[in-house]
């Protein structure tokens, strides 16, 4: 049997508020058998938390999205620290830069990214990194902090091979999403070829950038196989092949804690 890891989803954003047991139903169907849920402000870390306890297949990661910068309060740190230190938590994040919407001040996207990745050196947990239209601030920023032991992933990664190659060289991990399936998408097809093998991994981020069959309605993380088998289309490989080596790849990054998940 095929196992696929969706590395990055929101499923505890509102639009999974009615139907989550049948969206995890389908997952499994398609051979989905653990999903990274990914905190993306206080409330979200916290209900990410939650569905990690209540759903075995969910590992969580907990963090403040760049959208969300400028919104923490006061304790956020102590809070998200408490619960980063969970044990169904697997990573940190997301986390990062996004200069495409800029819904937060840069200044304040910087200085809670920085405080994110201390936490995740603390608490020596992955981080998962969000970079949009901000590829050059969030490489310097990622060589001027310390990264932790397992460094972590560039979730949903858009960028071009020297930008890939910079970020593995970090020890990156590079994650595509959706948009690999979409006609235009040739230049990130093309960076298949270049990221080792060792360090793909491949994720939904839904309910957003459904792939090309879906695209308009919501994604959801049955739909990270249609990102495999595109891949593994590009790629030339066996799916089975190729999911068995992305399945080895999110156990190294996200410890053995995933493999109790499945
Ligand atoms: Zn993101
Ligand atoms: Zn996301």
């Known amino acids: 049997m095929i196992v696929l890891i969706d590395t990055h989803a929101h499923l505890d954003f509102p639009k999974f508020k009615n139907d989550l047991d049948k969206v995890l139903g389908r997952a499994r169907q398609a051979g989905v058998e653990a999903i990274i849920n990914a905190g993306a402000d206080q409330r979200s870390s916290k209900n990410s938390v939650a ?11 907990v963090g403040i999205h760049p959208h969300s910068a400028a919104e923490v309060g006061g304790s956020w740190m102590d809070e998200l ?7 169904t938590v697997l990573a940190v994040g997301e986390m990062g830069l996004d200069y495409y919407r800029n819904l937060s001040p840069r200044e304040d996207q910087e200085k809670v990214f920085r405080e994110q990745l201390r936490l995740a050196c603390r608490v020596d947990k992955p981080a998962i990194i969000h970079s949009r239209d901000a590829h050059e601030e969030t490489l310097r920023i990622l060589k001027e902090e310390e990264l932790p032991s397992r460094v972590g992933v560039m979730h949903c990664f858009s960028g ?15 994650s595509l999403a959706g948009p690999l399936t979409y006609p235009k998408s040739h230049a990130l097809r093309d960076l298949l070829h270049y990221i080792p093998e060792d360090r793909l991994l491949f994720e939904t981020d839904a309910p957003y950038l459904s792939p090309q069959a879906y695209r308009g309605k919501r994604n959801e993380p049955a739909y990270v196989k249609l990102v495999y088998e595109r891949a593994a289309l590009t790629l030339g490989q066996d799916l089975e092949k190729l999911a068995e080596q992305v399945y080895i790849n999110a156990v190294r990054l996200f410890s053995d804690q995933l493999v109790d998940r499945i």
């Open 51 to 61: 569905l990690s306890r209540k759903y075995p297949q969910v590992g969580a990661s």
């Open 81 to 87: 620290a408490s619960l980063a230190g969970s044990d």
């Open 160 to 174: 071009d091979r020297r930008l890939a190659g910079d970020f593995l060289d970090l020890g990156f991990y590079i």
